[in-house]
């Protein structure tokens, strides 16, 4: 069956059943990686997902599905079982509905490029090329993979929103390593095959590596950071995270009570921005189908909205801000606002640790903000803006609310990120944070 | 199943070796959000995911599209790109030589959780909501997950062996906030059966709910600092299960050991010419045991269609062995002890734990903190974490006490134990009876893969530990 017409049928007969709200999402996504180890290639693989992501009301109750075969025959049957299941719910007293379309869409730039999808095979002549550039530097070890994907979107919504829209996407994590402990890390994300420039990974990771070796052991104690834009980026999703309605419902925000009150230094201005040029997450329309939008979310420090689709906005009296995910609200590229100062002036006079890479973030309070997380990768200590040595075994033990107050300034040069460590998309610079809590082992 | 299974794997002919795994899962899921019913959902889902070994290099695909004309097209992609891959590989990769089996593996559940409507189940949720509410505990923030899966999978291979299982799970996880004083303390827990409804029951969740509810009232209202010092360390059994996961269990899976794994969840300080060095106390022994039935990391055969055993991770205090797929069992010339797992089947199998935990000893937990002239008694946790190479972890207590001259005196707030790994299991100087298994979700792979897992053991003593 025709997918568009698929969509419609299947949107018809649930309203024959007595749905309200509809909104059908089909996804044809497809993603290719190359794993490499130890200077080999570990594994290459394909995926080709195609599905259609659902959530109906039927009087309040909120049944969310998915479909990936396409058929009438299905489309019966899949019908029956939700009307079941939906009838066995009961009420979201909380649920006040989705957008109202139509709505006129603004294309994006830089968001596809229809030479990704023609990489096939030459994904190995890009990892190749950023191993030898990493060798050339002095790698001993390149370990990391190399992504590049396509997905397109159609959202169809019982509240006139019939529209499509289509990405590509491509993903550098590259880990040199020169010998047990001494390893560095760079992430490069870009939507257009042209951005990517693979040797600058191999050569940004193996420097970092190289400067690396030796590493010494430091007292805990209170020490400024300069924090590299890709560890920055992990604290910024948290904030991104935090300014979610639905964390603030549900506990898992240092945000909570805190809309209009100041949260983080002057220096500190945050966007949640969906229409951001060449962002991973810059599209069209958000899952409910409202146009994607700039949203200011802390302005010189203090907080200035949380961020909603149609039905939480609604529950609080205010706008959506286009950040609605299938269910909740959801994040979409997170900016920290360009500072003034260079990113070789920020190490003028420093005196502290230089962070490249962090891992494992965990909270032990989300209301308080109270967490930990371990610099990985190149850490190096500096005084009076000279490096002194790189630094191992170090934890950073702070609060996340204090930590933003603590900011100082930031590069003006900035770069998009996104990996394993920082889901984002994040785009930041490097940024300087006074005062920072580090401990380490006891034993 | 059959048919496109053989089918797929008659596309790879051309390959040393070559697997498929098809797969059907049905999900049910519900979530009460502080007393409202947010949403219920259900998800089928069905694909094939092949993986093949040619010119030495390892391709793998994955689609939920099972018509055959794609399946050929996406299978031939990958094989295209995994011979263009090979021109890299100086050491072509291979996999342990290992029996083949064809077997039927499917765990049958007392209660199926189908048969219970959505109502019912939304019930269940509200009644455990409701009795907390009862309590005179302030819980603003109270989350409830509830969620079952039936996973049918077809394993073939290119050697012959044919596995069929049907394997069911059903899991809860709750999270709340409890407030007092303009304070507040949280804290998740997980449960996870492959036993059907009921477990459930089993599970007492209302009861440990409440229990949890009113001991982190109890520490905000008494919870005193800690005086940073040495101190003897008790570890409840959730402790010590987290403990024996992150820094035994991770560290000894053989493709971090070897760098497989180093661009995203890390390598290990354990290398391979480690085993058999004493890494622990004479009387700690830890262990990972998929074949315990009922556990949320039970399998008897894995995702490579390997039997599975019991493997002694730690024995006597030395390291006695690694966990291993079949490509990292080749590496080192062993035989896989079937630790290849795979979320499902759009992910590869990479090398896995299933249920870790540390064996019982001699003591009861009674008579360690008997024993106890000075300590800080971890019962629980919250925050945590452990670095890339499983080496520097910390632990930050959530219910804790202080222990003196035998007896427990006063709960104590967010005691931090940040202790290096070989320090951590050469401290132990005794060991419970108390086995506790927990149910929790490991992350390892990219994309990444969460895999039911159990953490345990029981409550140990750490010997003279400096605590800040």
Not at chain 2, 424 to 447: H, M, S, Y
Request: glycine letters at 8%; aromatic letters at 10%.
């Amino acid at each position: 069956m025709d997918k568009n017409k698929f969509l419609k049928t299947l949107m018809s007969e649930l309203q024959k059943k007595g749905a309200g709200d509809i909104a059908l999402e089909l996804r044809n996504d497809t993603k290719s990686q190359i794993k490499f180890s130890n200077n080999e290639i570990a594994a290459t693989k394909i995926w080709q997902h195609e599905y259609v992501a659902i959530m109906f009301e039927l009087n309040k109750r909120i049944i969310t599905s998915y479909m990936e075969e396409f058929s009438r025959k299905d489309i019966i049957s899949f019908v029956k079982k939700a009307m079941s299941f939906a009838k066995a719910m009961e009420p979201n007293k909380k649920y006040h509905g989705l957008a109202e379309g139509p709505f006129k869409y603004k294309k994006h730039e830089r968001t596809h490029d229809k030479k990704v999808s023609k990489i096939g095979d030459k994904s190995i002549d890009i990892v190749e090329a950023a191993m030898n550039a990493a060798f050339s530097e002095g790698a001993k070890r390149c370990n990391g993979v190399f992504e590049f994907a396509e997905s397109e979107e159609t959202l169809l919504t019982s509240n006139n929103v019939e529209t499509k829209d289509k990405g590509t996407g491509l993903y550098l994590s590259f880990r040199s390593h020169v010998e047990k402990n001494a390893s560095g890390y760079s992430n490069q994300v870009c939507r257009i095959l042209s951005e990517l420039k693979p040797e600058k990974s191999g050569i940004e990771s193996a420097k970092i590596a190289v400067a690396a070796k030796d590493p010494q052991k430091i007292k805990a104690g209170k020490y400024n950071l300069i924090m590299g834009p890709y560890p920055f980026g992990d604290f910024l999703e948290n904030v991104g995270y935090s300014a979610r309605i639905s964390a603030i419902e549900s506990g898992h925000s240092f945000f909570r009570d805190k809309l209009g009150k100041k949260v983080a230094s002057k220096e500190v201005t945050v966007y949640d921005d969906g229409t951001y040029p060449g962002g991973l997450e810059t599209s069209k329309f958000d899952a409910e189908g409202v146009p994607k939008q700039k949203t200011l979310l802390i302005d010189k420090g203090k907080l200035k909205t949380y961020l909603h689709n149609t039905s939480t906005a609604k529950r609080y009296n205010t706008k959506t801000t286009a950040n609605a995910g299938l269910l909740y609200p959801t994040n979409t590229n997170l900016i920290l606002k360009k500072g003034k100062v260079s990113k070789k002036k920020i190490f003028d006079g420093f005196t502290g640790l230089h962070i490249t890479n962090l891992w494992y973030t965990r909270f032990q309070n989300y209301l308080k903000g109270n967490f930990s997380t371990i610099p990985r990768d190149g850490i190096f200590l500096y005084k009076n803006g000279k490096l002194m040595h790189p630094v191992k075994d170090i934890r950073i033990s702070d609060n996340m609310l204090r930590i933003f107050s603590n900011i100082v300034e930031s590069t003006k040069e900035q770069s998009q990120h996104s990996g394993w460590e920082v889901t984002g998309p994040i785009v930041s610079g490097s940024v300087k944070i006074k005062n920072v809590n580090i401990t380490r082992s006891t034993g | 199943m059959d048919d496109m299974a053989k089918y797929a794997l008659g596309l790879c002919r051309d390959a040393k070796y070559a697997e498929v795994r098809l797969e059907q899962s049905e999900e049910d899921s519900f979530f009460l959000k502080n007393g409202n019913p947010e949403l219920g959902g259900f998800y089928r889902q069905s694909g094939i995911g092949v993986r093949l070994l040619i010119n030495g290099s390892l391709g793998f695909a994955s689609t939920n599209n099972l018509d055959k004309a794609h399946v050929k097209k996406v299978v031939q992609n990958t094989i295209k790109i995994a011979k263009a891959g090979s021109r890299l590989m100086k050491n072509p990769i291979e996999f342990s030589k290992e029996k083949t089996y064809k077997k039927r593996f499917i765990i049958k559940m007392k209660k199926d959780p189908r048969d219970v409507s959505p109502a019912e189940k939304l019930k269940l949720l509200s009644g455990i909501d409701s009795n907390l509410l009862k309590t005179k505990v302030k819980v603003p923030v109270r989350h409830f997950y509830f969620e079952h899966e039936i996973r049918k999978k077809l394993f073939l291979n290119t050697e012959g062996t044919k596995i069929t299982s049907q394997i069911p799970r059903m899991s809860f996880y709750w999270f709340i906030t409890v407030k007092e004083n303009n304070d507040a303390r949280q804290k998740y827990f997980q449960y996870d059966s492959t036993k059907g409804m009921g477990a459930f029951k089993k599970w007492k969740v209302s009861e440990g709910i409440i229990d949890c509810a009113k001991k982190l009232k109890e520490n905000i209202l008494k919870g005193k600092k800690v005086k940073p010092g040495i101190y003897n360390i008790i570890c409840g059994p959730n402790v010590t299960g987290i403990a024996s996961h992150e820094s035994v269990g991770h560290p000894y899976e053989a493709d971090r050991i070897l760098g497989r794994e180093s661009a995203q969840a890390g390598e290990s300080f354990v290398t391979r010419n480690m085993v058999g060095d004493q890494i622990g106390s004479e009387i700690v022994n830890v262990v990972d045991d998929p074949t315990l039935e009922g556990t949320s990391g039970y399998y008897l055969y894995d995702d490579e269609g390997v039997k599975t055993r019991k493997r002694y991770l730690i024995k006597n205090g030395k390291i006695n062995e690694f966990l291993h797929n079949r490509e990292t069992a080749a590496v080192m010339g062993l035989q896989s002890n079937g630790s290849a797992r795979a979320e499902t089947f759009a992910n590869e199998p990479i090398v896995r734990m299933a249920n870790t935990f540390t064996e019982p000893g001699d003591w009861t937990e009674d008579e360690i903190i008997a024993d106890t002239k000075e300590g800080i008694f971890m019962k629980s946790f919250q925050e945590w974490n452990i670095d890339d190479k499983r080496f520097n972890q910390k632990y930050v207590g959530s219910e804790a006490y202080y222990v003196k001259n035998g007896r427990i005196l006063y709960p104590l707030f967010a005691p931090v134990l940040e202790i290096t790994t070989p320090k951590f299991w050469a401290a132990v100087d005794a060991i419970g009876k108390n086995v506790e298994l927990r149910a929790a979700t490991c992350g390892k792979g990219e994309p990444g893969q969460g895999i039911p897992v159990t953490t345990g053991g029981p409550t140990i003593r750490l010997k003279n530990i400096k605590i800040r």
